[in-house]
């Protein structure tokens, strides 16, 4: 169904690699430099200067290209382990067929114990096999039971329709209505479910599976003895493949969630290492850099040839290939961003299962919580100065440095001036974040060897004097006191920063400068007036990256006090055997019947308790989505008609819309079954597995069955060929059959574990190859009359291959015609759609923020960690505001990312009509994730406003004026939040926009300010904590407007605006009213 739902499969399907593919695809010259994201062996110490890793031993030697291949594969011993471990329950289902009193139990639905045990997934972790294995047994056991229910109404049919005198064999049309009746029913529930609850799509199958074998074989079924016999032997083998899955798991190479959760967070950490060396290395890139020389002229400087830029040419561009701020050091930075997102999303995943099974280890459930709490703290702050380019870029694009056209010398001056002062904004820094990387590098190293996560380095020996000068090491105890001073004096170098930025830019100070009161202004000279405006942005620039790095230096800080404690706790002495909590269970079991994910219609105040207190109203942002057509039932029978209501809600719903057209599609195939003049035909030409291909082979969307049906075709095209060489290279010994079937299916397991979108596919050449295989095997065992005793006759194996085939592609085939008729679900629609959605949880979001801010500002917030806490003779606002947020930003980072997928598959669709405007979506959603990072960035950098929590100092005099000043100038206009409201209903229903919208303004908070107070922002108050967050604030403020733009362009360019305005243009030109308005945005900031 959803590829949503297979992604998930996979990646809970690979307990080490799948799970955590970064850490195994990277190679140890990248632990180096703290770009590993998960291997197991030690990073080296972390270079002085914090920006590079070294060349070891002179030049490295370039790898061969057949290590350059084998290592693009990511073949390392857990891969090869998990690629074994899932091959075995097969492999050992049909081997054990080979015994007589095995076949005679099964007799010939032997093949069903080998298929079973595969979708058994015995290499998942512990905790997701636990959870994916009592579903499916609990799912079997329901469908056996109501088969059973299925058989004895069509027996009874058939038992009621046949003349007296007559046999009860044979064809009967009412055996055959009821049975396909109860098939049409099963399928269309199993198919709602799959739809509606992506958790259950491998349950699903196993159902469709088990109904489809009992309710086709079942229309020959002369009385209720045989129907349960066969019934019987039908589960057995069903439970039989679960028990080799469950044997294989937990006694071969078993494989816990706690260690994928280890393994990610030693990834993680190392990764958030490489980020800050990569981005350090990137800060000293572009001292030198000059954005404003031609690409083809840098190019000719460098000595590339002409070749080279051809083969280029025909490469798909790398992201940020074109940034005119872009270097090699860029480079890596975005593709380890990647990776470190990437491995953000799966570990969210991880770490609850992990908390929820019973192991044997060192560290308890809520330990699991705690290290990915204050982890995941610091990944804000490093994403945030990751994004330095983006500021950088930005800007370039805003003053037009991208535009190739010719300007004046004055012009040409100003931006060659620009330039330089970034040159020496990262000239006067790279001396203090190369010191700050390096100390972050030993604080990361330092909690990696706590936790016992790495292998702690070899001891070098050392004369007595150098011991005494030499600072604690990672990993001892004295290193948190020592990294916490050094944390300490990078954030009170702020004055001594700012003197040489003052320096830098020939402002002179006076000497009083620094103790003078903030009421009474030093006035500055005209001439520094002149360049304050352009000072101040670029000092705000400044304070932006120091802040971010000072934040992660002290969330590491954190973490490393953390393990120090449970350290001392005597946590690490020796393991235990620990069990979930009873509200993790409770959890796990309410998770397991609902959508982890919130939905329109979730109330965010549902564990608030008013304790006898009086209730405070939230906001109506915080309850459910009001019905525009219908009141709030005030009576029982209003309630009865809300109850009943929902009855037609779920026949309209797209969940029960799919289930039909499923049911459509099976039973296209199906009625074959159920005719009299059809039925031999299909059980003798085996089209069973064409309708088990139809209801496992459907999905929503036009572009992935098209897609999945070009794929799944070509993966039992592959199995045929494979199945042949399984059988005539052995010339159809037994023994030797079973060996390549078992390594076939080994390396079919490789895309299970690296490559997501094809893991159906690869269940589907593993299914084709025992269907083969093992039905051939199955005839030499129980011999030809008792295999052809179902009615379908026993062919070789150069003939069964092509039938499988061609059953599997007239299943598939018909399951594409039935998504794409009546009418195609195209991924465009959905792409629409979903981002209308996340625009809409944007606008929440967005709202969400700017209420935090207001409520830390104001002093009202509470505290966020207890819910009903008092706070200003009102309870406690924080916590409710942090629980939305971070469920809201959460659903932002799933919908983003089925976001990527359905644009990915959009353009498998076939196009009828014009072109799908590809660009304007992708503009889009690149916009939608740099928003959601800069609002998180204000949300994180607003906490230093807050003071409200238990065991803050307060404030500062010029704290307190400050938010004085504030509350005076506070924007009331809300413009961004309409804006995000407008673009989200207008892109859902089509509708153009509303003319005369007015866009944000940069900068606007700061002139208020000052306007109400001009000193109240002068850099005296540069080390005021507040002043840096103000600083990073105004900077994502500029950013956040600036995105906004783009998104009513681009919005306004696919739905277009309300205007019956006229003027004259010229028939060359092209311009229109957006261009002019965006050059006169652009003349207003410049």
């Not at 857990?78 to 074994?84: E, G, L, P, R």
């Amino acid at each position: 169904m959803a590829e949503s739902a297979e992604k998930q499969k996979m990646h809970d399907a690979t307990p080490v690699n799948g799970s955590n593919d970064t850490s195994e695809q990277t190679k140890n010259d990248e632990v180096r430099d703290g770009s590993s994201s998960g291997s197991d062996e030690r990073p080296a110490p972390a270079q002085p200067a914090g920006v590079a890793a070294p060349k070891q031993d002179g030049e490295k030697k370039k790898p061969s290209k057949l290590k350059q291949w084998w290592d693009k594969l990511g073949l390392d011993l857990m891969t090869v382990k998990m690629m074994i471990k899932g091959s075995i329950p097969p492999t050992v289902a049909i081997a054990m067929y080979q015994s007589k009193p095995v076949a005679e139990v099964y007799q010939t639905l032997g093949y069903l114990v080998a298929i079973s045990s595969i979708l058994g997934f015995a290499i998942m972790p512990r905790g997701k096999f636990i959870q994916h294995m009592t579903l499916s047994i609990v799912a079997i056991c329901f469908a056996a039971a109501l088969n059973l229910l299925a058989c004895y109404c069509f027996t009874q049919a058939r038992l009621h329709t046949t003349p007296a005198g007559q046999p009860l064999t044979g064809y009967n049309s009412s055996a055959s209505a009821v049975a396909a009746l109860w098939l049409i029913i099963q399928i269309y529930v199993i198919n709602v479910v799959r739809a509606a609850r992506p958790q259950f799509q491998f349950q699903a199958i196993l159902c469709s599976i088990f109904c489809i074998v009992s309710l086709t074989y079942g229309t020959q079924f002369p009385d209720m003895a045989y129907a349960t016999s066969f019934m019987r032997r039908l589960l057995e083998a069903f439970l039989t493949g679960f028990a080799l899955a469950t044997f294989t798991h937990f006694f071969v190479f078993p494989t816990s969630s706690r260690l994928v959760v280890f393994k990610q967070l030693t990834g993680y950490m190392q990764l958030l290492n490489g980020v800050l060396k990569t981005q350090t290395a990137y800060m000293v890139s572009i001292e030198s850099h000059d954005p404003l020389k031609p690409k083809a002229a840098e190019e000719t400087a460098d000595g590339k040839k002409s070749s080279t830029k051809k083969k280029k040419k025909k490469e798909k561009k790398a992201p940020g290939s074109d940034d005119i701020w872009g270097t090699p050091a860029s480079m890596k930075m975005r593709e380890l961003m990647a990776k470190l997102t990437e491995l953000h999303t799966k570990l969210h995943a991880d770490i609850i299962p992990a908390k929820r099974e019973v192991a044997w280890g060192k560290l308890e459930s809520h330990d699991l919580t705690e290290l990915w709490k204050l982890t995941r703290s610091v990944f804000l702050p490093v994403l945030g100065l990751a994004s330095m380019i983006n500021i950088l870029e930005r800007q370039a694009e805003l003053h037009g440095w991208k535009d190739e056209v010719e300007v004046s010398q004055e012009v040409s001056g100003t931006r060659h001036q620009a330039v330089d002062t970034v040159h020496e904004a990262m000239r006067f820094l790279h001396k203090p974040f190369a010191e700050m990387t390096a100390t972050l590098d030993g604080a990361f190293q330092h909690v990696l060897l706590t936790l016992e996560l790495v292998k702690p380095p070899k001891k070098k020996p050392a004369d007595e004097e150098s011991k005494g000068n030499e600072a604690p090491a990672p990993g001892t105890s004295g290193f948190a006191e020592t990294y916490k001073k050094k944390v300490d004096d990078f954030y009170n170098s702020k004055k001594s920063s700012l003197e040489e930025f003052c320096t830098e830019n020939g402002i002179k100070l006076p000497p009083d400068f620094w103790e003078s009161s903030f009421i009474h202004q030093q006035s500055l000279s005209p001439e520094q007036e002149t360049n304050r405006d352009r000072h101040q942005r670029q000092l705000f620039f400044v304070l932006y990256l120091e802040y971010l790095l000072w934040r992660a230096a002290k969330g590491v800080l954190e973490l490393v006090l953390y393990v120090d404690k449970r350290k001392q706790e005597g946590a690490f002495k020796r393991s235990k055997l620990i069990f979930p909590g009873s509200k993790t269970i409770y959890n796990w079991v309410k998770s397991t019947w609902h959508r982890e994910d919130i939905s329109q219609e979730d109330s965010f105040t549902a564990d608030m308790d008013s304790g006898g207190m009086e209730s405070l109203y939230l906001g109506e942002g915080f309850g459910k989505m009001k019905d525009p057509e219908h009141e709030a039932p005030r009576n029982a029978r209003e309630k009865f008609g809300e109850a009943v209501r929902k009855i037609p809600y779920f026949f309209r719903s797209d969940s029960s819309a799919f289930g039909f057209r499923v049911v459509a599609a099976t039973m296209t195939m199906g009625i074959v079954c159920y005719l009299r003049a059809t039925q031999q035909f299909f059980l003798v030409n085996r089209l069973l597995w064409a309708m088990i291909m139809v209801a496992i082979s459907m999905n929503r969307t036009a572009g992935q069955s098209t897609f999945n049906f070009v794929m799944r075709v070509f993966g039992t095209a592959v199995a045929m060929v494979a199945a042949y060489v399984i059988w005539y290279i052995v010339d159809g010994k037994t023994a030797g059959a079973i060996v390549f079937l078992w390594l076939w299916m080994a390396i079919t397991f490789y895309p299970i574990l690296k490559m997501p979108k094809f893991i159906i596919v690869a269940i589907l050449s593993m299914v084709t190859a025992v269907l083969i295989i093992g039905y051939e095997l199955q005839v030499g065992v129980i011999g030809e009359g008792a295999a052809t005793s179902n009615g379908q006759p026993a062919y070789p194996v150069y003939i069964l291959a092509p039938y499988r085939l061609a059953t599997v592609a007239g299943g598939i085939l018909v399951a594409y015609i039935w998504t794409i008729f009546p009418f195609p679900i195209s991924e465009s629609t959905e792409l629409r759609k979903d981002l209308a959605a996340s625009l809409n949880l944007m606008c929440i979001f967005y709202e969400n923020v700017q209420e935090t801010v207001k409520s830390r500002v104001t002093g009202e917030a509470g505290s966020k960690e207890k819910k009903g806490t008092m706070a200003l003779a009102c309870r406690s606002h924080a916590y409710n505001l942090e629980k939305a947020r971070l469920t809201i930003f959460t659903q932002l980072i799933f919908v983003l990312e089925n976001l990527k997928t359905n644009s990915a598959f959009s353009s498998f669709q076939l196009r009828v009509g014009g072109r799908f405007p590809h660009e304007e979506y992708e503009e889009l959603m690149t916009c939608m994730r740099r928003l959601l990072l800069w609002v998180s960035l204000a949300s994180y950098a607003s906490a230093d406003f807050d003071h409200s929590e238990p065991g803050d100092e307060g404030h500062s005099i010029w704290a307190a004026e400050f938010r004085k000043v504030i509350k005076a100038s506070a924007n009331t206009s809300n413009r961004i939040t309409s804006l995000l409201a407008l673009l989200a209903s207008s892109l859902s229903n089509g509708q153009p926009l509303p003319p005369y919208l007015q866009m944000p303004q940069t900068f606007e908070l700061v002139r208020r300010l000052e306007h109400v107070d001009p000193d109240i922002v002068s850099i005296r108050h540069i080390a005021e904590p507040e002043y840096s967050a103000f600083a990073v604030m105004q900077v994502t403020s500029q950013c956040i407007n600036t995105d906004v733009r783009k998104l009513v362009k681009h919005v306004k360019n696919l739905v277009g605006e309300i205007d019956f305005s006229y003027r004259a243009i010229k028939s060359s030109s092209a311009s229109s009213f957006d261009d002019d308005d965006d050059d006169d945005e652009k003349s207003k900031t410049d």
